[in-house]
């Protein structure tokens, strides 16, 4: 027999429960208000509307990696890690094929006639590329400094005659030199590399950390940092030209549920230790995200956007 002290113990935890549960769903309810295209203008289909990012309601859930992803054990000399392969059109549903055709386009048809100027010919590295001898990168890390391991390389680039998303991912502390000896052939064969700040650090970390794992790196290739053209361009008109602040005035879209870059690194030290891959999910998106974001970014500059 349950005593009447308990039931009402039993009961009072109950209306908890569904006040909190009440509490989650009005909090997922919440949408931030849409940036809408001026008229006229061309839009990228939002890929933050894919998925929205694991709330509260998410931490009963235990999904393993290949639940949350599909990737493919890639076997180096170094080791093994998993890469992930999307195309524009996987990650961009509805709108991946305009995207594709908008971005050879503008890349294809660069010349010396049209190409934006600048004080330091940031784009005259452009004209002669050809659309495969482009990518865009991005990394997530474990720090803030190169001491720190990083275990997600996004590299954007046009990949057997396709724009594709390619992720390298390290399951686990052991994979990353794995990692960056593939990541080094992808930089290789490129002869320009766009970014966010990467010159400043994403570039620079992955370099101190080659060196740490003694991978072989050398960077060659012409460095465009969008960073660095958007305080030139629009430095003057915005709050800040944080790539999301970019994101929304520029690209003229707002995320929705998107992981605070600051979380990553604790999200992922849990990823490794419970093998629960649900903020893993949330990861990989934001990094798509961040690349698609730099890539149009450099798009509307092509175009003329001011």
């Known amino acids: 027999m349950i005593s009447d002290e308990m039931r009402k113990r039993i009961a009072a935890l109950n209306r908890r429960d569904l006040k909190h549960a009440d509490e989650v769903s009005e909090a997922e309810g919440q949408v931030e208000p849409e940036v809408r295209p001026a008229r006229g203008e061309r839009r990228m289909s939002d890929p933050g509307a894919l998925r929205v990012m694991a709330t509260a309601s998410d931490a009963r859930l235990h999904l393993a990696l290949d639940e949350v992803t599909q990737g493919e054990e890639i076997h180096t000399s170094a080791g093994t890690f998993l890469l992930i392969d999307q195309t524009v059109q996987e990650v961009l549903r509805g709108g991946g094929h305009a995207f594709g055709a908008r971005y050879e386009r503008a890349i294809g048809t660069l010349h010396a006639g049209n190409v934006p100027h600048d004080p330091y010919d940031t784009f005259h590295s452009l004209i002669d590329a050809r659309a495969e001898d482009v990518i865009y990168v991005d990394i997530e890390t474990t720090g803030l400094t190169a001491g720190t391991p990083l275990f997600l390389i996004g590299v954007l680039g046009h990949f057997n005659g396709d724009l594709r998303v390619v992720q390298l991912l390290a399951r ?15 930089l290789d064969a490129s ?35 969008m960073l660095h053209v958007g305080r030139r361009i629009w430095g003057r008109q915005l709050p800040n030209c944080k ?14 549920g ?27 998106h934001h990094n798509v ?10 798009l509307r500059v092509i175009e003329g956007e001011r």
């Open 289 to 298: 995200l961040d690349l698609l974001t730099t890539t149009e970014v450099l």
């Open 258 to 284: 998107d992981i605070p870059g600051a979380e990553i690194p604790n999200a992922y030290h849990r990823f490794v230790k419970s093998g629960n891959a649900v903020q893993m999910r949330d990861i990989l």
């Open 243 to 256: 790539l999301q602040t970019l994101e929304q005035y520029i690209c003229r879209r707002t995320r929705q």
């Open 191 to 225: 002869k320009v590399i766009v970014s966010f700040n990467g010159k400043s650090y994403d570039l620079p970390y992955i370099r101190d950390r080659c060196l740490f794992m003694g991978v072989s790196f050398r960077l060659r290739q012409a460095h465009i940092d």
């Open 172 to 186: 686990d502390y052991t994979e990353e030199a794995a990692l960056l000896s593939h990541f080094v052939t992808l």
